[in-house]
Every structure is written in structure tokens, then in C-alpha cells.
């Protein structure tokens, strides 16, 4: 245990407190290890504030361009990597305020007025989130725009693979529309982030430590300064209000979910059990050990990593549950798992889309596959329905076929053409290539309704990258 030191001279808190904090406290509550990552955003805080402190005649012109003097001084330090953080820096806020104050003297000194550090740290945080929400879309985006291409190649080559349920064979579907269901997940994470977006884009600035000001600032100014949509309606909510950070992390999530699927799904592909794809050098790994591995390590990462983002989601919404109005010190947790979920998030798309882009197919596998016998069982089945045999009837016939050849009784296509209600019309379903033509209703798996489809997706994508850039603005 360290006692308290002598001098408390340094803390934001100094008038109150006779000594300083001990070193547990500071090495326990200290923020600034990830927080220092939001400078930019404190900067643009503290320029908003105090030219709103000008603004409404609470600083002079004067003073004020000396504050934004000396943070624009702290900004050339801050990106040179030449700030000096000393040990009392217990946030990235208390150093910007000291550093500006040891540069502007009693000007500096003002800086603070009427504000918080309750109030400034979520202002900060959520222009972070405004700037990542755009990023992490665009990068979603290039991942549909890769899966699109590949999607479009394989289509043009009517490559095509057996679809599953149960991860067992079910009925041969293209390529493309395998690819393009990728796709219209991660348009559903593009809507989720910009939605999300909504809730980030509101300034806190000017709702104080929790109740507002009895000086006359204006929180519509500083909205507009910072280029916010919305401005805060309720201080109490607005300085413990963590639900945008929530949503985000969810949007996240969800993104990690789903390169997860993508991931999974690559590990068989790439396997030699399934053979349907090969990774790129680049995007594979060997082992140290067994010479002859090649391993689709990024697949199994992305299946991976959504296990850590899902925990920092679930560790968020355990952080806010319970809290009672208005700040507690516990909303400082609310940055270490959008930090660490938007990195991994982002590495991850760019990842996937690099192994996706660059792998080859191999088509002559997927078909091979699809081809077998079996995957025509359904087509068979509809064959008997045209004719006007009730559906589970028709499904029992075909069912005991399939049984018959599995057992040796012959070949699928034999017993098929031999049966009296099917017969040799039926038993061309089974020829290959054939099955994938039959199914030819909207968002069907056939080459012809996955025309459409691209057709709405492409749409679609225009929808996406117009409102992504739209965000970024
Ligand atoms: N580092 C803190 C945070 O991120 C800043 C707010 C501290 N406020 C306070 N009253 N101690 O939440």
C-alpha cells in the first residue's frame, strides 16, 4: 500500500483533497492507456467549447485565440509524437487541459468552464464512432463488391455447387447465388451501422458533470460547430447514455457473426474432403512442422475473433445494467471493446475480402459434387406432383428409390427410368448439370431468377455506397 502523497497540487480536484492519489488508485483508474487514442476528437471538443464560451461573451476574443493557440499547438505535439504525458495524466482530457494551460496561462486556465469531463469524454467518443461508423461500411461494402465479382465470374462459367442444409447435400444451386447470399447479409450490416449512426450522431457538450450550467452556454452552437445532427434533450440521459456505443458494438458483432459464417464455410471449401476452392498464397499459411499444410488461417481467425467482439458486446450491456442516473465512473469501460471490436472488425473484412478475391474455384469439384445422383431427389419429387400425385406421396416414392439404390438395388437414374410413374423423361432430372436449371422462381437458386437477383443487388449496392458516402460527409 502507498499512502496518500503530500501533494494533491496537480489532481483536476486539488482544492478539496489535502494529498494526492496513491499509486493503486491511478494504476486502477487511469483511462489514458486507450483513451489517448481519441486526442483528435478532445481537440476538436475543447476548440468547439471554448469558442462557444466566446460566443456567448463568457471569454474574450482574446482569450479564447490564446486556447486555440495552444491547442493547436497541442495538436503539432500530438502528431509528432513530441506530447509529454506525465504520470498525473490520468486521462487523455486531464493531459490536453494541463498541456494547454501550462501553454496559455490563465486563458487555459478557463478552458473548462462550464463543463465536464462527463460531458466531454462521450462527446469525444461519439465523434470517433461517427468517423468509424462510414469507415467500417466502406469496408463492408469492398467485401460485397469482391464477393459480387467472383459471384459475376462463376456466373459467366454457370459454375455451380450443391447447396446444404445439415451440412448434407440438399439441391444444386449456382455458385453465384451461394456467393450473393454473402452478400445480402452484410447489406443488412451496412443498414445496421448506418442506423446505429442515428443514435451516435447527438452532442452531449453543454449537459455539464449532469444537470447543464447556470452560464450561459449554448448547446445548439456547439452541436452545429462540431457538426452534429442533434443536440441533447435531457442532461441526466445524455452524460450516462451508452446505448449508441451498445448498438455499434451490436453492428459489429453481427459483421463478426457473419465473417465467422463466411469463415467457417472456407475451411471446408479449402479442405481436401470438399476441394471446391484453393487459397492464394498469400492468403494461406503453412505449418512448422507438417511440410505439405496449407492452412486457411484467416478463416479460422474470422471464425474466431467473433468470439472476443461478442464478449466485449456482452461485457458492454453487463457495464450498463443497473446503473443509476446519471455518470459513474463504470461508463469508462465503454471504449476498450469498440476500440478493440472496430479494429478487429475492420482487419477482418479486409482480410476475407483479400482471401476471397484471390482464391481459385474449383469448379469441376462443385460439380462433380453437385452432379450425384441423389441431389436430383426432389426434382423427381416435383416431377410426380405435375403429374398430379400429392406431394407426400410423391416424396415416398421417391424416398424408397433412393433407399433401393443405396442399398444395391442399381443405379438412382436406373430405378428411375424403370419406374412406371416416373420413367426415361424423369430420369433425364438426373443428367448432369440439369438440376441446377430447374428451380426458376424469384431468389431461386437457377441461373435465370439469379440474374434478377444480381439485377436487385446491383441496385441495391448503389442504395449502400450512396448512403455510406452520404455519412461520410
Ligand atoms: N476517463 C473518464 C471516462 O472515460 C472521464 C470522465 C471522468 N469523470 C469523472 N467524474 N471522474 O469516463
Not at 221 to 248: H, I, K, M, P, Q
Request: proline fraction near 4%; charged fraction near 20%.
Amino acid at each position: 500500500m502507498t499512502a496518500n502523497t503530500p501533494d494533491a497540487g496537480n489532481t483536476l480536484w486539488h482544492g478539496r483533497f489535502a494529498g494526492g492519489p496513491s499509486d493503486e488508485l491511478m494504476a486502477y483508474t487511469v483511462s489514458l492507456p486507450f483513451d489517448r487514442l481519441l486526442w483528435r476528437e478532445d481537440i476538436a471538443c475543447s476548440r468547439a467549447h471554448v469558442k462557444g464560451l466566446a460566443h456567448v461573451g463568457i471569454l474574450s476574443v482574446d482569450e479564447c485565440d490564446s486556447v486555440l493557440a495552444a491547442l493547436s499547438a497541442v495538436e503539432s505535439e500530438m502528431s509528432s509524437g513530441a506530447f509529454a504525458f506525465v504520470p498525473s495524466d490520468e486521462d487523455i482530457h486531464t493531459a490536453i487541459e494541463r498541456r494547454v494551460t501550462e501553454l496559455s496561462g490563465a486563458a487555459g486556465a478557463k478552458l473548462h468552464t462550464g463543463r465536464s469531463r462527463n460531458d466531454q469524454s462521450v462527446t469525444g467518443f461519439r465523434l470517433w464512432c461517427k468517423s468509424q461508423i462510414p469507415m467500417v461500411a466502406r469496408r463492408v461494402i469492398a467485401l460485397q463488391e469482391a464477393l459480387l465479382q467472383r459471384a459475376d465470374e462463376s456466373a459467366s462459367k454457370g459454375a455451380y455447387l450443391p447447396g446444404y442444409t445439415h451440412v448434407q447435400r440438399a439441391q444444386p444451386v449456382m455458385l453465384a447465388h451461394h456467393l450473393m447470399a454473402h452478400c445480402w447479409a452484410l447489406g443488412r450490416d451496412v443498414d445496421r451501422l448506418l442506423d446505429a449512426l442515428e443514435r451516435v450522431d447527438v452532442s452531449p457538450l453543454g449537459a455539464g458533470a449532469l444537470a447543464g450550467s447556470s452560464l450561459p452556454l449554448d448547446p445548439e452552437w456547439t452541436a452545429r460547430e462540431l457538426g452534429f445532427t442533434a443536440v441533447f434533450d435531457n442532461s441526466l440521459d445524455v452524460v450516462s447514455d451508452r446505448d449508441f456505443a451498445a448498438e455499434f458494438l451490436f453492428s459489429l458483432s453481427m459483421i463478426a457473426v457473419h465473417l465467422s459464417r463466411i469463415g467457417e464455410e472456407w475451411v471446408l471449401w479449402t479442405s481436401e474432403e470438399f476441394g471446391f476452392a484453393t487459397l492464394d498464397d498469400a492468403y494461406a499459411t503453412g505449418s512448422s512442422m507438417l511440410p505439405q499444410k496449407k492452412n486457411a488461417d484467416i478463416a479460422e481467425l474470422a471464425r474466431g475473433k467473433a468470439g472476443r467482439v461478442i464478449g466485449g458486446l456482452t461485457g458492454l450491456l453487463a457495464t450498463l445494467k443497473g446503473l443509476p442516473l446519471s455518470y459513474n465512473r463504470d461508463l469508462q469501460e465503454d471504449k476498450e471493446p469498440l476500440f478493440d471490436a472496430v479494429e478487429q472488425v475492420s482487419l477482418g473484412l479486409a482480410a476475407i475480402e483479400g482471401m476471397i478475391a484471390t482464391a481459385t474455384f474449383r469448379y469441376d469439384s462443385m460439380q462433380q459434387a453437385a452432379d450425384a445422383p441423389t441431389m436430383a431427389a426432389t426434382d423427381l419429387a416435383e416431377f410426380l406432383v405435375r403429374s398430379g400425385v400429392p406431394f407426400r406421396d410423391a416424396h415416398a416414392v421417391v424416398g424408397a428409390l433412393v433407399r433401393r439404390s443405396l442399398a444395391g438395388d442399381g443405379a438412382l437414374v436406373d430405378l428411375v427410368a424403370s419406374e412406371s410413374s416416373l420413367g426415361p423423361e424423369a430420369a433425364r432430372l438426373i443428367e448432369a448439370g440439369v438440376g441446377v436449371t430447374m428451380r426458376t422462381t424469384r431468389g431461386g437458386a437457377g441461373p435465370g431468377v439469379v440474374k434478377d437477383q444480381r439485377e436487385r443487388l446491383e441496385h441495391r449496392l448503389a442504395a449502400w455506397r450512396a448512403a455510406v458516402q452520404q455519412a461520410s460527409r
